[in-house]
């Protein structure tokens, strides 16, 4: 066979070629640009003309702060194209993590959008061996700043050459991507993504028993372009021809509505916050979504209620997905086997609700203290994840050994595997409550709670018993205008659960901590919830 090497320069080539007058609909804070691919590749070129006129060598790192639009799209495609890595930079973290994340990293330029070039000056004195700051911006004038290093996006790229050459001779094995963990524990530890991984990654978003990208598809990734590489879409989709929608900042519930509504979009990717947000714009405003062919969800399980909800009231076909950051991200998703589709409505919930079956190209196990675990939708172990995109190390090493073993990505969740290969998270490891010497899954709990018509969001964590070792708390948030009473929770939860499972506290909150991707911060949440025990203590 022949030796081709696997790598994003052939990605844009093919779009160029191929793709011209395919389009990236971008919304920026100076409006809603159409633009076609055949300008996209152009600025390309011309980015990478620019980075290597700053001096940016092979396997020098380039951070981006930037949310989904064209620019960020551009660099995607530029800094690895030209031999250099692109850094994804979460925008959420706290001010030292910031700092600690970019010289971890060793960037050598960094690209930021305008509106959160603030972040940068907040740690200016902390990241100096930054040789330039590019920001990104609609406007003519750049923000006022201190620093010296600073030049404008659009100047660069309009004086750079369009026909820029792009590096063909990447291998495939060179690091084209990094992004760092959330750091829930700990710093954030950086996970670096090969050529080969993306380019496979992305052919298997194309198949049509996971994401099934194509040229026909209007997709809109609403999960963060600094969060695991939007799982993958941006690359896929630039390669398959396919339309983008890039929602911009801070985009509402409903902006994304009308969005849909507006460019006819036929699947979109994101956290269940986001879909649970939506779901509260669809009931509350009028909005046309029939183009939907699914909603992708992953970073965390979503409740059969807000499943249900899309599915049977508007019919937006609801696709269970699992992944992380190590993973590229996808390793699961929920697709319904073709017999499967004959099983009543309960059923076929039951199993959407499931992370589901393997991606093909990545292989699974779950393992506990009695070795592998069985595929019987009983036994629980902690899943192990090993494939082509999936991580074998973090970057530069650091604290390697208490995820990669054995050849395999030890992921800390907590999953059964029914009969016919289909994944549950039951839990991670460390958020699962041990009570009387027997375990309970906080995500059952929640995904029971969240069912609840007057429940907005839930989680549920434990807290230590001088008895049981541990028991469960729930924490509510109600939707608006909704009254609930701790007793009504309880009984709601009664018919579905062991006695033992029921939370022997329902404390209702105004807000649960989340992360910066939108997941249950469930450290923070422990320590409020500490608090307000403490506080409703009599003694």
């Given at each position: 066979m022949?030796?081709?090497?696997?790598?994003?320069?052939?990605?844009?080539?093919?779009?160029?070629?191929?793709?011209?007058?395919?389009?990236?609909?971008?919304?920026?804070?100076?409006?809603?640009q159409t633009i076609p691919y055949r300008k996209i590749t152009e600025r390309i070129r011309r980015l990478a003309g620019v980075l290597k006129e700053l001096g940016v060598k092979k396997g020098d790192r380039v951070g981006t702060i930037a949310w989904n639009h064209h620019r960020h799209l551009e660099a995607y495609f530029a800094i690895p194209t030209m031999g250099a890595v692109l850094h994804t930079i979460n925008i959420r973290v706290s001010p030292d993590d910031l700092a600690y994340i970019i010289n971890h990293a060793e960037d050598k330029i960094l690209l930021v959008d305008e509106d959160l070039f603030p972040l940068i000056e907040r740690v200016k004195d902390q990241i100096t061996d930054v040789?330039?700051?590019?920001?990104?911006?609609?406007?003519?004038?750049?923000?006022?700043?201190?620093?010296?290093?600073?030049?404008?996006?659009?100047?660069?790229?309009?004086g750079a050459d369009p026909g820029t050459e792009l590096c063909e001779d990447i291998d495939e094995n060179d690091m084209a991507g990094l992004c760092y963990t959330s750091g829930t524990t700990g710093r954030p530890k950086g996970v670096a993504y090969s050529h080969r991984g993306i380019y496979l990654h992305s052919l298997a978003l194309g198949l049509?028993?996971?994401?099934?990208?194509?040229?026909?598809?209007?997709?809109?990734?609403?999960?963060?372009?600094?969060?695991?590489?939007?799982?993958?879409?941006?690359?896929?989709?630039?390669?398959?021809?396919?339309?983008?929608?890039?929602?911009?900042?801070?985009?509402?519930?409903?902006?994304?509505?009308?969005?849909?509504?507006?460019?006819?979009?036929?699947?979109?990717?994101?956290?269940?916050?986001?879909?649970?947000?939506?779901?509260q714009a669809l009931e509350n405003g009028n909005y046309d979504t029939s183009s939907l062919r699914c909603i992708l969800c992953g970073g965390s399980a979503a409740p059969k209620g807000m499943i249900r909800a899309f599915e049977s009231k508007y019919k937006i076909p609801f696709v269970h997905a699992y992944g992380m950051t190590e993973t590229s991200p996808i390793v699961t998703l929920a697709r319904l086997k073709s017999y499967q589709q004959e099983l009543d409505e309960e059923e076929r919930l039951e199993l959407r609700s499931r992370q589901g079956m393997v991606v093909p190209g990545i292989e699974i196990k779950g393992i506990n203290e009695n070795g592998e675990i069985q595929y019987d939708g009983e036994t629980i172990g902690e899943l192990l994840v090993k494939g082509p995109w999936i991580a074998d190390s973090y970057y530069k090493n650091d604290r390697s050994e208490d995820a990669f073993r054995d050849g395999w990505l030890h992921t800390g969740d907590v999953i059964n595997i029914d009969e016919e290969?289909?994944?549950?998270?039951?839990?991670?490891?460390?958020?699962?409550?041990?009570?009387?010497?027997?375990?309970?899954?906080?995500?059952?709990?929640?995904?029971?709670?969240?069912?609840?018509?007057?429940?907005?969001?839930?989680?549920?964590?434990?807290?230590?018993?001088?008895?049981?070792?541990?028991?469960?708390?729930?924490?509510?948030v109600l939707k608006e205008k909704e009254t609930l009473t701790e007793e009504d929770v309880k009984q709601f939860l009664e018919p579905q659960f062991a006695?033992?499972?029921?939370?022997?506290?329902?404390?209702?909150?105004?807000?649960?901590?989340?992360?910066?991707?939108?997941?249950?911060l469930k450290r923070a949440l422990r320590n409020q919830v500490k608090e307000m025990l403490s506080l409703s203590d009599p003694s």
């Amino acid at each position: 066979m022949m030796q081709t090497q696997l790598n994003l320069t052939t990605m844009v080539r093919h779009a160029e070629k191929y793709f011209p007058d395919k389009t990236v609909i971008s919304r920026t804070l100076g409006g809603v640009q159409t633009i076609p691919y055949r300008k996209i590749t152009e600025r390309i070129r011309r980015l990478a003309g620019v980075l290597k006129e700053l001096g940016v060598k092979k396997g020098d790192r380039v951070g981006t702060i930037a949310w989904n639009h064209h620019r960020h799209l551009e660099a995607y495609f530029a800094i690895p194209t030209m031999g250099a890595v692109l850094h994804t930079i979460n925008i959420r973290v706290s001010p030292d993590d910031l700092a600690y994340i970019i010289n971890h990293a060793e960037d050598k330029i960094l690209l930021v959008d305008e509106d959160l070039f603030p972040l940068i000056e907040r740690v200016k004195d902390q990241i100096t061996d930054v040789e330039k700051i590019i920001v990104m911006t609609d406007k003519d004038v750049l923000p006022e700043t201190s620093l010296t290093n600073v030049a404008s996006y659009e100047v660069l790229l309009e004086g750079a050459d369009p026909g820029t050459e792009l590096c063909e001779d990447i291998d495939e094995n060179d690091m084209a991507g990094l992004c760092y963990t959330s750091g829930t524990t700990g710093r954030p530890k950086g996970v670096a993504y090969s050529h080969r991984g993306i380019y496979l990654h992305s052919l298997a978003l194309g198949l049509k028993d996971t994401v099934g990208l194509s040229e026909g598809d209007i997709a809109m990734p609403v999960v963060p372009m600094f969060h695991v590489n939007a799982w993958g879409m941006p690359f896929a989709a630039l390669w398959f021809g396919t339309t983008q929608v890039l929602p911009g900042p801070m985009p509402t519930p409903q902006i994304l509505a009308e969005l849909i509504e507006e460019h006819k979009i036929t699947m979109a990717a994101g956290v269940p916050t986001i879909w649970l947000g939506l779901l509260q714009a669809l009931e509350n405003g009028n909005y046309d979504t029939s183009s939907l062919r699914c909603i992708l969800c992953g970073g965390s399980a979503a409740p059969k209620g807000m499943i249900r909800a899309f599915e049977s009231k508007y019919k937006i076909p609801f696709v269970h997905a699992y992944g992380m950051t190590e993973t590229s991200p996808i390793v699961t998703l929920a697709r319904l086997k073709s017999y499967q589709q004959e099983l009543d409505e309960e059923e076929r919930l039951e199993l959407r609700s499931r992370q589901g079956m393997v991606v093909p190209g990545i292989e699974i196990k779950g393992i506990n203290e009695n070795g592998e675990i069985q595929y019987d939708g009983e036994t629980i172990g902690e899943l192990l994840v090993k494939g082509p995109w999936i991580a074998d190390s973090y970057y530069k090493n650091d604290r390697s050994e208490d995820a990669f073993r054995d050849g395999w990505l030890h992921t800390g969740d907590v999953i059964n595997i029914d009969e016919e290969g289909s994944v549950k998270i039951v839990d991670r490891t460390k958020d699962m409550i041990k009570s009387g010497g027997e375990w309970i899954s906080s995500v059952d709990i929640e995904n029971a709670l969240m069912a609840h018509e007057a429940v907005y969001e839930a989680s549920v964590i434990a807290v230590p018993d001088p008895k049981w070792q541990e028991r469960p708390v729930a924490c509510v948030v109600l939707k608006e205008k909704e009254t609930l009473t701790e007793e009504d929770v309880k009984q709601f939860l009664e018919p579905q659960f062991a006695k033992f499972w029921i939370p022997d506290r329902v404390l209702f909150m105004e807000e649960i901590p989340k992360t910066s991707v939108g997941k249950f911060l469930k450290r923070a949440l422990r320590n409020q919830v500490k608090e307000m025990l403490s506080l409703s203590d009599p003694s």
